[in-house]
């Protein structure tokens, strides 16, 4: 039988930087604890001081010298994604990250809200955020083996639809089967369209998707609340197909440290329906491979956010300087 890769099999990350956003809270958390208990340098955005100062602290009291640093972001809002981006940038100039972690996510919010650039608040939080995030940091990222953007998708994924004329449910709103399961297909689609693009750009960083099967953490009284709706009842009737928030952030670590992840590839956990049990290869639904659909929402996620890959098309035209763009307002 297999050996089951654990957190032991995470190689030293002595040297390595790491920004991983929503690790103030469960699988975020134990991810970056992982990697601060690696050696690896880890940038820890939450949405407020406080709660990004009480994970560093919590990583402390298990790591005591480890390498931390408290910041902030609010991925449903552009501004706060460009001024996280330019402090990271200012602080850490020049391809200074070897890692960005798209974590943060929200589940299942019960009527439908709009953010203030106007997106509706999953797909902005879930998808949007991290597109825009993503592409603002790529040009920070080491053009090296071993550097990485891994992108938090969901096996709810399989059961979303990207829907062109209901991207932010303004006609109707769905809080799970609707508006959760497109921003976590899409997140999916992002992950799989962004390593066609570095690898036609001949970069050796990687793109790689991860889900966490179903995992004990927040989502899933953040969202749907802790009352009896029928979402909250679904997800206790699975409780007893449910893993803890270490064991749902293994499939991340793996994507974000093995040497034996694949270019594009898509992990979570090996046991029943996907839902817990050790990393391993995932499926990856037929609507994510969709390349039409990929490049029509590559396009439509820079005109909403206002950023560009640009820097991808720099790698092959030495002289063109990486100007990003950012949305006018
Ligand atoms: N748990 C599961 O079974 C499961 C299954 C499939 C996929 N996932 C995915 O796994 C990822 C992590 O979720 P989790 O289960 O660890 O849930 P969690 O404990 O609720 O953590 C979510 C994190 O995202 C942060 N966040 C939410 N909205 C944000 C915003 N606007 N800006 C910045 N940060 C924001 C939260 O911050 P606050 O503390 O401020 O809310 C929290 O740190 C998500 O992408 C989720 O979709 C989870």
């Given at each position: 039988?297999?050996t089951?890769?654990?957190?032991k099999?995470?190689p030293?990350q002595?040297g390595?930087?790491?920004?991983?956003?929503?690790?103030?809270?469960g699988i975020?958390?134990?991810?970056?604890?992982?990697?601060?208990?690696?050696?690896?340098?880890v940038?820890?955005?939450?949405?407020?001081?406080?709660?990004?100062q009480?994970?560093?602290?919590?990583?402390?009291?298990?790591v005591?010298?480890?390498?931390?640093?408290a910041?902030?972001?609010?991925?449903?809002?552009?501004?706060?994604?460009?001024?996280?981006?330019a402090?990271?940038?200012?602080?850490?100039?020049?391809?200074?990250?070897?890692?960005?972690?798209?974590n943060?996510?929200?589940?299942?919010?019960p009527?439908?809200?709009?953010?203030?650039?106007?997106?509706?608040?999953?797909?902005?939080?879930?998808?949007?955020?991290?597109?825009?995030?993503?592409?603002?940091?790529?040009?920070?990222?080491?053009?090296?083996?071993g550097?990485?953007i891994?992108?938090?998708c969901?096996n709810?994924?399989?059961?979303?639809?990207i829907?062109?004329?209901?991207?932010?449910?303004?006609?109707?709103?769905?809080?799970?089967?609707g508006?959760?399961?497109?921003?976590?297909?899409?997140?999916?689609?992002?992950?799989?369209?962004?390593?066609?693009?570095?690898?036609?750009?001949?970069?050796?960083?990687?793109?790689?998707?991860?889900?966490?099967?179903?995992?004990?953490?927040?989502?899933?009284?953040?969202?749907p609340g802790?009352?009896?709706?029928?979402?909250?009842?679904l997800?206790?009737?699975?409780?007893?197909?449910?893993?803890?928030?270490?064991?749902?952030?293994?499939?991340?670590?793996?994507?974000?440290?093995?040497?034996?992840?694949?270019?594009?590839?898509?992990?979570?956990p090996?046991?029943?329906?996907?839902?817990?049990?050790n990393?391993?290869?995932?499926k990856i639904?037929?609507?994510?491979?969709?390349?039409?659909?990929?490049?029509?929402l590559?396009e439509?996620?820079?005109?909403?956010?206002?950023?560009?890959?640009?820097?991808?098309?720099?790698?092959?035209?030495?002289?063109?300087?990486?100007?990003?763009?950012?949305l006018g307002?």
């Amino acid at each position: 039988m297999k050996t089951p890769w654990t957190a032991k099999n995470i190689p030293s990350q002595q040297g390595r930087r790491v920004v991983i956003t929503g690790a103030n809270s469960g699988i975020g958390f134990h991810t970056a604890l992982e990697l601060a208990r690696h050696g690896a340098e880890v940038i820890l955005p939450a949405r407020t001081e406080t709660k990004a100062q009480g994970a560093v602290e919590r990583i402390r009291a298990e790591v005591p010298d480890a390498k931390v640093l408290a910041e902030i972001i609010d991925l449903a809002d552009q501004s706060s994604i460009r001024a996280f981006a330019a402090r990271t940038i200012e602080r850490f100039p020049g391809q200074s990250l070897d890692l960005l972690i798209n974590n943060a996510g929200v589940m299942a919010i019960p009527t439908r809200e709009v953010t203030v650039d106007g997106f509706e608040r999953q797909f902005a939080t879930n998808y949007l955020g991290p597109f825009a995030l993503t592409a603002l940091l790529l040009p920070s990222i080491k053009p090296q083996p071993g550097s990485r953007i891994v992108t938090l998708c969901s096996n709810a994924g399989k059961y979303g639809k990207i829907a062109f004329d209901n991207l932010q449910s303004e006609r109707r709103y769905s809080p799970m089967f609707g508006a959760y399961t497109q921003a976590k297909l899409a997140d999916l689609i992002f992950a799989l369209e962004l390593q066609r693009r570095l690898t036609a750009a001949q970069s050796p960083i990687l793109s790689v998707g991860a889900h966490p099967g179903y995992a004990v953490t927040n989502l899933h009284d953040s969202g749907p609340g802790a009352g009896n709706s029928p979402m909250k009842i679904l997800l206790n009737l699975l409780h007893p197909l449910s893993q803890d928030a270490h064991h749902g952030a293994l499939p991340t670590l793996f994507a974000a440290v093995s040497p034996t992840a694949q270019p594009g590839g898509y992990y979570g956990p090996d046991g029943f329906l996907e839902t817990k049990g050790n990393p391993t290869a995932a499926k990856i639904p037929a609507a994510a491979t969709d390349q039409a659909v990929a490049a029509r929402l590559w396009e439509q996620s820079e005109r909403l956010t206002g950023t560009t890959f640009a820097s991808l098309g720099s790698l092959t035209k030495a002289d063109a300087p990486y100007v990003p763009s950012v949305l006018g307002k």
